[in-house]
């Protein structure tokens, strides 16, 4: 299930692919990345994977570093933030975050993301 999520909202990107569509370097990329401002799945072998959602036509989707930063302080691995971002959640009335994002409401998508996971929450 894990990659199925992966390839949905148009697969993803490699680090390479990403700093060209965001006009910047690869370096800035890996750095994004390790800062927790950009989603990425560790492959292995120095592989990561961007999920294509998260990039627009102006670059990267509103809300998303700030939710990303809700997932990390509840310690959430990469691919425990995807699953959150691409499933209906409870908070959201059983919407999407990634949707939710889309439409720019994203207090709701933080609030969801900061009860992710834990005892009673969805």
Known sequence: RQFELL???????????????LGISRQAV????ANGKLLAI????????????????????????ETLA?????????????RFFLTGNLRLNGG?????????EIAPVLSAAETFDTHGAA
């Open 42 to 65: 560790d492959l292995g072998t120095r592989k990561n994977l961007y999920p294509h959602w998260q990039f627009t036509d102006e670059g990267i989707l509103a809300g998303l570093e």
């Open 7 to 21: 390839a949905e909202e148009g697969g993803a990107l490699g680090a390479q692919e990403v700093a060209d569509l």
């Open 30 to 33: 890996d750095l994004r990345r």
């Open 70 to 82: 809700a997932l990390r302080a509840g310690k959430h691995s990469p691919w425990a933030c995807l």
């Open 96 to 104: 999407r975050p990634l949707d939710r994002l889309r439409r720019g």
